[in-house]
């Protein structure tokens, strides 16, 4: 038997929905793409939502859209996926990391002012795994230096923070729809924004840099093709109607590992925090403190043996190679990243896992990690 890491929850509803697009002469830049980004603006609470090809091209585009080029800093964590960090250096802006907490997981708030340089143009923060632990404190930073806020929220539809939505927090906000997320569009993206101007910008920067009145063939500004297709905007707008479904699903199937779990000394489980809705990205677990990196990966090749797929989200981002040469990082720069990373282990995780599979991935987790005796 396999266990996979991540499925995607596809039903007989979103089939039609794309089935109905392909019978349609409008493929692209169709009704779809306008329904969607309605529903997106609804869902969420903010004014303008732009549908792009992934959340990488949106990212990227809040970035260009705010100015953000050569000479600037962004501040951002090291322990993310590395688009976060892509879409920083492809403006040719500088990242600057600050170390997260340990218990959030998320870039730790005490820590944010004293990497604040007269270069920093914006900070650029991720709720990881879903968590929006902290995102509060941030945006006071943020707005106390006066500096820009982009939202990588990419891992954390659904979630919310004192009632406030992730996808809020910031000037410009991301959210993507691979199929490992919450939603799938298959690829794809969603820019949000309350700012008329930002939201036409990235609409044009989408679309061959096209303004909205030159026509097909006028091209105002240097600009790409980010587009997203009403086949996918088809997908999304099912997907998204189902989000609550998709939540419940995830937090019962994370309250089955939190239980199964519990009687591991020393297992560290993602903890909610007060206020915290958390909408669930990935279900990780750390091994205790005494374990090495090496420990980390024999757990992970065992299970891997056994017939279950699992991950480690996520290698810091400051010593991947080509990262770590152009900027010069080394290991020890960021201590709390480093440690949480190399003990932490993604277990199978989807809104369909049966019970019974969480139950053996957890017998066979128990079994390896009572072998390991570091
Ligand atoms: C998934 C993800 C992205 C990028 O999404 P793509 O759609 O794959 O480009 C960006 N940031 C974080 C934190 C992510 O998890």
């Known amino acids: 038997m396999r266990v996979y890491l991540s499925r995607p929850d596809i039903t007989e509803k979103e089939i039609n929905a794309v089935t109905e697009v392909l019978r ?66 492809m403006t040719g802006a500088k990242p600057v990391f600050v170390d997260i907490n340990e218990r959030t997981l998320n870039i730790d708030p005490d820590k944010i002012e004293s990497a604040i340089t007269e270069n920093t143009k914006a900070i650029m923060p991720v709720e ?40 809020t927090f910031g000037q410009m906000s991301v959210f993507a729809f691979y199929p490992n997320k919450q939603m799938t569009t298959g690829e794809g993206g969603m820019i949000l924004t309350d700012d008329k101007h930002l939201a036409e910008l990235c609409a044009s920067y989408r ?67 007060d206020g915290c809705d958390m909408s669930w990205f990935v279900f990780v677990i750390r091994l205790p403190k005494k374990f090495t990196r090496e420990h980390r990966d024999n757990v992970l090749g065992q299970l ?44 199978p995780f989807y809104n369909n896992l049966p019970r019974d599979q969480v139950d053996l991935v957890c017998r066979q987790l128990k079994e390896i990690i009572s072998k390991i005796t570091p």
């Open 24 to 89: 349609s002469p409008n493929l692209s830049l169709g009704p779809r793409l306008d329904e969607f980004e309605q529903a997106f603006c609804e869902y969420i609470g903010r004014k303008h939502a732009i549908a792009v090809n992934s959340g990488t091209s949106g990212l990227f585009l809040c970035l260009k859209a705010l100015g953000i080029g050569p000479g600037d800093e962004v501040i951002t964590t090291p322990f993310t996926f590395i688009a976060t960090v892509n879409c920083i250096m």
């Open 207 to 273: 679309n061959q840099g096209r303004g909205s009145h030159s026509g097909w063939l006028g091209h105002e500004r240097l600009g790409y093709n980010f587009r997203l297709s009403d086949i996918n905007c088809a997908l999304g707008i099912v997907q998204l109607s189902r989000i609550e479904e998709f939540k419940a699903k995830r937090q019962q199937v994370a309250g089955w590992y939190q239980q199964m779990l519990a009687d591991i000394s020393d297992l560290t489980i993602l903890q909610t925090e």
């Open 304 to 347: 891997r043996e056994r017939g279950i797929q699992a991950s480690n989200y996520f290698p810091p981002v400051h010593l991947q190679p080509f990262i770590a040469e152009q900027f010069g990082f080394e290991k020890g720069d960021f201590p709390i990243t480093e440690s949480v990373s190399s003990r932490t282990i993604a277990l």
């Open 128 to 167: 990881v795994f879903g968590n929006p632990a902290d995102f509060d404190r941030i945006e006071v930073v943020a707005k106390k230096h006066n500096i820009l806020f982009i939202e990588d929220c990419c891992e954390a539809l659904g979630s919310a923070l004192n009632g406030k939505k992730a996808g």
